[in-house]
């Protein structure tokens, strides 16, 4: 199910290019997301099914720096959001909630799959990320890797090599990095078609990630060819989250003080 906001129209949306974020290692991808919708000209048009999702609802996000009726409008957060630029034909999912657990096939099936395949949208991009601690000899230079389709089948080809299996194992059997059971789900459901799918891994530690999320998404817009920014615009949802301001201590301040 998908409840559109005011006179919103998923016809805007068909054939553009859909990114979707994985609830995974710091939090990456979904600051990543965060940053495209504050940063960019996004505005939210619709709402996907939550049913799956733990339950979750807040004041909605904004930024000082830019007007808050872009993304403010209408007033409260959801857990699974669909935003759209017009201006770069881009679509974003924004989950501000995980899977609950042992739901993400039927998510990703009935939810996630079935919002792709209505849209026959041209191409999709995954946003993940991974511990660096698995990961040998990492620098500044494959900090964030790119993964295409052809990447996707050879290594799902080496799974059958290795394995000697009918059916291929985790796409990543043998590298340090694993995907996640969400993004391989992603990944499975989408073999079949025909659409061009990029995943951009960010190898990360737990901490401030903030630098890390603005990394991938600099990755992330050098890939879409999208140069109408010079400063990423942080919501006001990261002010206050690693200790840089007093913590708010009466309800009057807000969620976000």
């Known amino acids: 199910m998908v409840h559109t ?44 099914d939550d049913t799956y999702l733990h339950p979750f609802s807040s004041p909605n996000d904004f930024s000082e720096l830019v007007d808050a009726t872009v993304t403010a409008k209408y007033g409260i957060a959801n857990p699974l959001e669909v935003y759209y630029s017009a201006k770069d034909n ?9 899977i609950i657990n042992n739901f993400t ?3 990703v099936d009935s939810v996630i799959y079935k919002f792709i ?21 990492l620098t500044s230079e ?7 389709n052809e990447d996707l089948m ?10 000697n299996k009918s059916e291929p194992q985790s796409l990543a059997s043998n590298d340090p990095y694993k995907y996640t059971k969400y993004i391989q789900q992603l990944i499975k459901a989408l073999r079949p078609t025909k659409i061009e799918l990029d995943v951009l891994v960010s190898h990360v530690y737990e901490g401030d990630n903030f630098n890390d999320a603005e990394l991938l998404a600099d990755q992330l817009v050098s890939r879409l060819e999208t140069k109408d920014y010079k400063k990423w615009v942080r919501p006001i ?16 301040q807000g969620l976000y003080g």
């Open 117 to 137: 395949e209505e849209q026959e949208f041209s191409k999709i991009i995954l946003l993940d990320s991974s511990d660096a601690g698995l990961l040998e000899n």
């Open 237 to 252: 949802s990261w002010s206050g989250a690693y200790g840089d301001k007093p913590v708010p201590n009466a309800m009057e």
């Open 90 to 98: 881009l679509t974003l999912i924004q989950q501000r909630s995980p």
């Open 142 to 148: 494959n900090k964030v890797e790119i993964f295409t």
């Open 154 to 163: 050879y290594k799902s080809l080496e799974s059958l090599k290795i394995s």
């Open 105 to 107: 096939e039927i998510f």
């Open 5 to 48: 906001l005011g006179s919103y129209s998923l016809s805007e949306i068909k054939h553009s290019t859909l990114i979707i974020p994985s609830i995974a290692m710091g939090n990456i991808p979904q600051l990543t997301v965060d940053l495209l919708i504050h940063t960019l000209s996004f505005t939210k048009i619709a709402i996907l």
